[in-house]
C-alpha cells in the first residue's frame, strides 16, 4: 500500500476535482480552507504517481492536544478497494507519533436522490477505524441532513484525574454568520472581554441572544449552533432561558474533562 | 465578640465599598476633626439628622430644647448623617462590618448598583428612626444604618456561608465560625430588644430603630438589586447546596 505525502499547492486542483465529484459544497469549503488555512498537516495517496485520495487534520486552536479530520475523499475510480482506510491508518499514526490524544470528524447523512446515501461508506470506514459517534446536529447542513460528529482516542491520557476549574470570563458575542456548507445553520462568533468593573463581571444575556436570534430570523436563518467549552458556568442560564437546547458533549475536546457542549436553537419561538 | 472574616470568595473588587470606607473616614478626618474637640459636637449638630427638624416650622413652633442650636442640615441630614459618626469607636465598628459584609454584597450587584442600594437602604434607616421618634431633637449621626441594610442583604444572599467570629476575653483570644444566619440573626434581635426598650425614652444613645429599618430595607431591596448572574460567582449563596449550572440540561425539556 502506497505512503501518504504531504500535500503541495500543485496537488490542489485535482485534489478539489476529486472531492467535486461527491460534493460541490465540500469541493468549494475544501479550497478555501486550504487557501485560508495552508496546507500544513495535510496529505495526499498517490498511486501510480497519480493522487487519488487527500486527507489531513487541523489542530484544535486552543488545545495541542485534539485534532478535526479534514476532507478525506478517494477519487470514485479507487473507492472501495481499502485505500481510505489505509491512508486514514497512516494519518492516525502520524498523530499518535505526535502524542495528540483525539480526533474528531464530522460527517453528514445526506441522501442523494440520486446516488442514495453517498456517505455511508465513511460512516462505515470511521466505525471500523475506531471512531465512536459522540453526537448529531440535526439539520445542520440542511433541513434533513444531520451532521454526525465521530471521535477517536488515540492516546490514553496519563494525566490524573484533577478537578476541572471552572472558569468565569467575560464572553461576549461578536458576529453572526451562515456555517460553511449549510443550508440556514448559523453561528455566533464570540470573545472573551476584559470585565467591567463597576458594573461587575457580565457575560451575555439573555438579551443579547435575543438579539442575535432574530438577527438570524431576519437573515433567513433556519437554525442556530453555538458551542462552547464546559467549564464556564455562567453561559447555561441566558442559554436555556432563551430556549437553546443542549444536543451533546465532544467529550475531553480541550484537555481531560473540559469537553466541548453544543447547542441549538431552531428560532420557533423567535417572532 | 465580633465579626472578623467570612469564608466567601470575592471575584470583582469591591470598589463601592472601598469608596464609601474612604468617604465615611475623609469626613471623619476633615469635617469632624478625628473625633476631637468641639469639632465634632459641632459636626454632628450641623451634619446630622434631626428628627425634629425635619417636620417643623422654626418660626412657628418653639423648639424643644435639644443638643444642638437652631441651623443644622434639615432634610440634607438625610444623607449627610449617614457620613457622620459620634466617637472612635462607632466609625471602627461601623467600617470593620461594611469591609467584612460589604464586599459580598456588592459582588452580587455591581459597584454601581450597590452604591444606589447602600443610600437607599441609609434612607430606610433615617425612615424608621424618624417615625420611630419624630419629636427628637438629638442629632442622629452613623452609617450603621445603611450598614445594616447591607447586613440585610447578607443573610437573605448568603445565610449558610460561615462567618469567623473573635472572641476576646480578658487575655484569651479565640475565633469560631458560625453560619451568618446566626451572627446576623443574633445582632438584628439584640437591635429590635434595643428597639423596642427605648420606646418612650427621650435619651440619647444608639439609634436602634434605624438599624432595623436599615436591615429590613436591605433584606426587601437585595431582591430588586442583586443580579442572578453576578450570584453565580458565589459557590454558596442561598439556603441550599448549589446546583452545578450545567445541570439545568439534564432536564429532558432542555435537550433536543
Given at each position: 500500500m502506497p505512503e501518504i505525502r504531504p500535500m503541495y499547492k500543485g496537488d490542489i486542483h485535482h485534489i478539489i476535482r476529486i472531492i467535486d465529484a461527491y460534493d460541490d459544497d465540500d469541493a468549494e469549503a475544501a479550497e478555501e480552507d486550504y487557501e485560508a488555512s495552508g496546507l500544513e498537516d495535510q496529505f495526499v495517496l498517490e498511486v501510480n504517481d497519480k493522487v487519488i485520495g487527500v486527507t489531513g487534520f487541523r489542530r484544535v486552536e486552543a488545545t495541542d492536544k485534539t485534532a478535526w479530520l479534514s476532507w478525506t475523499y478517494v477519487d470514485k475510480a479507487h473507492a472501495g478497494q481499502g485505500y481510505g482506510k489505509a491512508m486514514l491508518g497512516q494519518l492516525l499514526d502520524k498523530l499518535k507519533e505526535e502524542q495528540a490524544g483525539k480526533i474528531f470528524v464530522k460527517v453528514s447523512n445526506y441522501e442523494d436522490p440520486e446516488d442514495g446515501k453517498i456517505y455511508e461508506r465513511a460512516h462505515k470506514m470511521y466505525q471500523s477505524l475506531g471512531f465512536e459517534l459522540e453526537l448529531t446536529n440535526k439539520d445542520f447542513y440542511d433541513e434533513g441532513e444531520d451532521q454526525l460528529i465521530y471521535g477517536k482516542v488515540l492516546t490514553q491520557s496519563t494525566e490524573e484525574e484533577l478537578e476541572v476549574l471552572e472558569e468565569k470570563p467575560v464572553i461576549r458575542f461578536n458576529g453572526m454568520y451562515e456555517i460553511a456548507e449549510s443550508e440556514g445553520a448559523y453561528t455566533f462568533s464570540w470573545i472573551v472581554e476584559e470585565k467591567k468593573a463597576f458594573f461587575g463581571k457580565r457575560s451575555f444575556s439573555v438579551d443579547d441572544l435575543r438579539i442575535g436570534l432574530q438577527a438570524v430570523k431576519n437573515d433567513g436563518g433556519r437554525k442556530v449552533f453555538l458551542t462552547f467549552p464546559s467549564n464556564l458556568p455562567l453561559i447555561h442560564q441566558p442559554l436555556q432561558a432563551v430556549g437553546f437546547k443542549y444536543i451533546g458533549n465532544l467529550t475531553d475536546?480541550?484537555?481531560?474533562?473540559v469537553h466541548e457542549m453544543h447547542f441549538s436553537h431552531s428560532l420557533d419561538t423567535i417572532e | 465578640m465580633f465579626p472578623i472574616r467570612d469564608d466567601n470568595p470575592q471575584l470583582n473588587k469591591p470598589y463601592a465599598t472601598y469608596g464609601l470606607i474612604a468617604a465615611n473616614a475623609l469626613a471623619w478626618f476633615l469635617?469632624?476633626?478625628?473625633?476631637?474637640?468641639?469639632q465634632l459636637q459641632a459636626s454632628v449638630c450641623q451634619y446630622g439628622l434631626i428628627?425634629?427638624?425635619?417636620?417643623?416650622n422654626e418660626l412657628l413652633d418653639a423648639r424643644p430644647a435639644g443638643a444642638c442650636p437652631p441651623g443644622g442640615a434639615g432634610w440634607l441630614g438625610v444623607l449627610t448623617s449617614m457620613f457622620m459618626h459620634g466617637g472612635w469607636m462607632h466609625i471602627l465598628g461601623n467600617m470593620w462590618f461594611l469591609w467584612v459584609f460589604g464586599d459580598n454584597v456588592e459582588d452580587a450587584m455591581g459597584s454601581l448598583r450597590f452604591l444606589c442600594f447602600y443610600i437607599l437602604t441609609g434612607l430606610c434607616a433615617v425612615a424608621a428612626q424618624v417615625i420611630a421618634d419624630p419629636g427628637s431633637s438629638i442629632p442622629m449621626v452613623g452609617a450603621s444604618g445603611a450598614i445594616g441594610g447591607v447586613m440585610g442583604a447578607y443573610i437573605m444572599l448568603y445565610p449558610r456561608v460561615k462567618v469567623h467570629m473573635a472572641v476576646i476575653l480578658i487575655i484569651i483570644f479565640t475565633t469560631f465560625r458560625v453560619p451568618a444566619v446566626a451572627m446576623l440573626g443574633y445582632w438584628i434581635v439584640l437591635q429590635l430588644l434595643g428597639a423596642f426598650s427605648s420606646?418612650?425614652?427621650?435619651?440619647?444613645?444608639?439609634a436602634f430603630w434605624a438599624h432595623v429599618g436599615g436591615f429590613v430595607g436591605g433584606a426587601g431591596l437585595v431582591w430588586l438589586f442583586k443580579d442572578d448572574e453576578l450570584l453565580l460567582n458565589h459557590p454558596y449563596h442561598g439556603w441550599q447546596q448549589q446546583k452545578r449550572a450545567a445541570d439545568v440540561w439534564n432536564d429532558p425539556s432542555n435537550r433536543e
Open positions: 475536546y480541550y484537555e481531560k474533562g | 469635617l469632624q476633626g478625628f473625633g476631637f474637640g468641639e428628627p425634629s427638624d425635619l417636620f417643623s420606646i418612650g425614652s427621650s435619651g440619647g444613645g444608639v
